[in-house]
């Protein structure tokens, strides 16, 4: 039987393209939210049936070798290492995109969702790039990034205040080695925050 550590090796570095596919789905989910009749809440829901689909592929494939080994075989520009052992991370990724929408209205999920799609990949890829000194779970040149791509996005949004207070606490919240997969952590907590920072009734989109 082909053992499973060669291809779960040809996941580590780098992984450009696990970025682009990351921001891809995210912008493709706000594509449908703003640009389609889809209602935000049926959205969610489908999202969650995806998320739910999901899981149960991730609960065969952990007790299935063989399932294992072909889901980093055919998915090896795209998977992680830590996902041999655990849930995959789109899992996640489909878990919190549709407790964002399910959760916040529609203002507040587009936020959150930008940073998901675009800070989370950006800081991913240039701190293992470029990082140099470690910060939390990651470092400061990957942290500096994720709150930059993050005001860039909230602050046109949301305004300096809210925009930019959520963009530096989310940053933190990013850093913190939380046993939660950060893509079902950062749309909530960037939620949470958005929403709670703004002044009520202030229009955003």
Same mark, same amino acid.
């Given at each position: 039987?082909?053992?499973?550590?060669?291809?779960?090796?040809?996941?580590?570095?780098?992984?450009?393209?696990?970025?682009?596919?990351?921001?891809?789905?995210?912008?493709?989910?706000?594509?449908?939210?703003?640009?389609?009749?889809?209602?935000?809440?049926?959205?969610?829901?489908?999202?969650?049936?995806?998320?739910?689909?999901?899981?149960?592929?991730?609960?065969?494939?952990?007790?299935?070798?063989?399932?294992?080994?072909?889901?980093?075989?055919?998915?090896?520009?795209?998977?992680?290492?830590?996902?041999?052992?655990?849930?995959?991370?789109?899992?996640?990724?489909?878990?919190?995109?549709?407790? *964002?929408? %399910? !959760?916040?209205?529609?203002?507040?999920? &587009?936020?959150?969702? =930008?940073?998901?799609? +675009?800070?989370? /990949?950006? #800081?991913?890829?240039?701190?293992?790039?470029?990082?140099?000194?470690?910060?939390?779970?990651?470092?400061?040149?990957?942290?500096?990034?994720?709150?930059?791509?993050?005001?860039?996005?909230?602050?046109?949004?949301?305004?300096?205040?809210?925009?930019?207070? *959520?963009? %530096? !606490?989310?940053?933190?919240?990013?850093? &913190?080695?939380?046993? =939660?997969?950060?893509? +079902?952590?950062? /749309?909530? #907590?960037?939620?949470?925050?958005?929403?709670?920072?703004?002044?009520?009734?202030?229009?955003?989109?």
């Amino acid at each position: 039987m082909e053992p499973i550590s060669p291809l779960v090796a040809q996941t580590e570095g780098l992984q450009p393209w696990r970025r682009v596919f990351h921001a891809a789905n995210g912008l493709g989910v706000l594509a449908l939210l703003l640009f389609t009749p889809v209602p935000q809440f049926e959205l969610a829901i489908l999202l969650g049936a995806a998320a739910v689909g999901a899981l149960l592929l991730d609960w065969l494939r952990l007790r299935s070798p063989r399932v294992n080994r072909l889901f980093f075989r055919l998915l090896k520009r795209l998977a992680s290492p830590r996902e041999a052992e655990g849930i995959a991370s789109s899992t996640w990724f489909l878990i919190g995109i549709s407790l *964002t929408l %399910l !959760l916040f209205p529609q203002a507040v999920a &587009v936020g959150a969702i =930008l940073v998901l799609s +675009l800070a989370d /990949p950006a #800081a991913s890829y240039l701190g293992r790039r470029w990082g140099r000194t470690p910060f939390g779970s990651g470092t400061v040149e990957g942290s500096l990034t994720f709150l930059c791509v993050s005001a860039f996005l909230l602050v046109p949004l949301a305004g300096w205040i809210p925009g930019g207070v *959520t963009a %530096l !606490l989310v940053t933190g919240i990013e850093r &913190v080695p939380w046993p =939660l997969d950060d893509n +079902l952590t950062i /749309p909530l #907590a960037t939620g949470v925050l958005l929403w709670s920072l703004l002044p009520v009734g202030t229009p955003l989109l």
